[in-house]
């Protein structure tokens, strides 16, 4: 019910935004975030709502990506710029039901395909 979109190849310091469209009835009632999982590596958080309506950011990403939402339009949306070969990865939309720890993927609950997003150098 969640379907992730946008990824593709970009070269490094370029921008993509990705989109996730909750086809379901998830959106109203679940807090929506961004993770990715690059090649060998765990899955990592990127961005997210909290329950009180503020974003949240990894580390690696802050002033770079934003997360943001179309309530209308059932649509989470990732604006990733000045992006960097690290940044390479599946990029998966997820939905929360519960509980405060936006920081750990194994607490979302719904996970959308994936998108895949490479960085060249």
């Known amino acids: 019910q969640l379907q992730a979109s946008g990824g593709g190849l970009v070269q490094a310091g370029g921008s993509l935004r990705l989109s996730c469209v909750d086809s379901?009835?998830?959106?109203?009632?679940?807090?929506m975030g961004w993770i990715r999982q690059a090649p060998g590596k765990e899955r990592e958080f990127v961005a997210g709502?909290?329950?009180?309506?503020?974003?949240i950011y990894a580390d690696s990403v802050k002033g770079r990506f934003t997360i943001s939402r179309d309530n209308a339009k059932k649509t989470v949306f990732l604006q990733m710029n000045s992006l960097k070969p690290e940044d390479t990865a599946v990029y998966y939309c997820?939905?929360?039901?519960?509980?405060?720890?936006?920081?750990?993927?194994?607490?979302?609950?719904?996970w959308g395909q994936g998108t895949l997003v490479t960085v060249s150098s």
């Open positions: 997820a939905a929360k039901s519960g509980g405060i720890d936006y920081y750990s993927p194994n607490r979302y609950d719904y």
């Open positions: 709502f909290t329950w009180s309506g503020g974003s």
């Open positions: 379901g009835r998830t959106f109203s009632t679940y807090v």
